[in-house]
C-alpha cells in the first residue's frame, strides 16, 4: 500500500516535471517569433553556405605558437629528421620543441 502511493506519488512528479520541461519552450517560442535576417544561411543555396563557412574559417584562423627564430628551427628540425625513423610524431615533436628552446629559440603566437 505505501508502495502503491509512493510510486503514484513519483509518476505525478515525473508528469509535472516533464510537462513544465516540455512545454515551456513551446509556450516562449509561440510568444517570440524567430525572425531570419536576408543575409542568414536559411535562405542560401548549399553551395553559397559552403563558400560563406569557408570564408569565415579563413578569418577566424586560430593563433598557433609560430617560431621566432626560422634558421635555428629549421636546423633543430632537420637533427629530429635524422635522429627519429618515424617523423612527425609525438616523440619527435617533443624533441624538437625541447631542443630548440634549449638552443635560445623562442615562440610567439600567430600565423605563418
Do not use: C, D, H
Not at 509518476?11 to 531570419?36: A, C, D, E, G, T
Not at 598557433?64 to 615533436?93: C, D, G, H, I, W
Amino acid at each position: 500500500m505505501i508502495r502503491q502511493a509512493k510510486a503514484q506519488k513519483y509518476k505525478q512528479f515525473v508528469q509535472r516535471y516533464i510537462l513544465q520541461k516540455l512545454l515551456r519552450p513551446i509556450k516562449q517560442r509561440n510568444q517570440r517569433p524567430l525572425r531570419l535576417k536576408s543575409s542568414s544561411f536559411a535562405t542560401r543555396s548549399p553551395a553559397t553556405k559552403e563558400k560563406a563557412m569557408a570564408a569565415r574559417r579563413r578569418k577566424v584562423a586560430k593563433k598557433k605558437p609560430v617560431p621566432t627564430n626560422k634558421k635555428l628551427y629549421a636546423r633543430v628540425k632537420a637533427q629530429a629528421k635524422r635522429k627519429f625513423a618515424v617523423y612527425p610524431s609525438a616523440y619527435a615533436n617533443g624533441w624538437l620543441v625541447k631542443t630548440y628552446k634549449a638552443k635560445g629559440g623562442k615562440y610567439r603566437m600567430g600565423t605563418k
